[in-house]
């Protein structure tokens, strides 16, 4: 079994930032991806970023040049530094691993997720 839990979330003011991080645990077969999601309230949970096995980096478009995902193997830890943040990037934000099926490259349905972190950006 796989867990993975995040941290990092926390209220910062517009303009500001802030990095997420994911450790994960258990039995995880190398190479894999992984990926960040977020769900605002009353809104479709959407995928932010994606980290695949191959190391390559896809964002949602809303994100880009924002956001940063990246992985330490060794740590086995997943981060996303989260720069230039916005009121509407006000969401819960959740880790998941081992992406089973993408949507024009980014992670659409992960095998694992996180129990998710609170960020909230005010204006």
């Known amino acids: 079994q796989v867990q993975l839990v995040e941290s990092g979330g926390g209220s910062v003011q517009a303009g500001g930032s802030l990095r997420l991080s994911c450790v994960s645990s258990?039995?995880?077969?190398?190479?894999?991806?992984m990926a960040w999601f977020r769900q605002a309230p009353g809104k479709e949970r959407e995928g932010v970023a994606t980290?695949?096995?191959?190391?390559?980096?896809i964002y949602a478009d809303s994100v880009k040049g924002r956001f940063t995902v990246s992985k330490d193997i060794a740590k086995k830890t997943l981060y996303l530094e989260m720069n230039s943040l916005k009121p509407e990037d006000t969401a819960m934000y959740y880790c998941?691993?081992?992406?089973?099926?993408?949507?024009?490259?980014?992670?659409?349905?992960?095998?694992?997720w996180g129990q998710g972190t609170q960020v909230t950006v005010s204006s």
């Open positions: 998941a691993a081992i992406c089973v099926a993408y949507v024009s490259g980014r992670c659409r349905e992960p095998k694992y």
């Open positions: 258990g039995s995880i077969p190398s190479p894999y991806s």
């Open positions: 980290i695949r096995s191959d190391t390559s980096t």
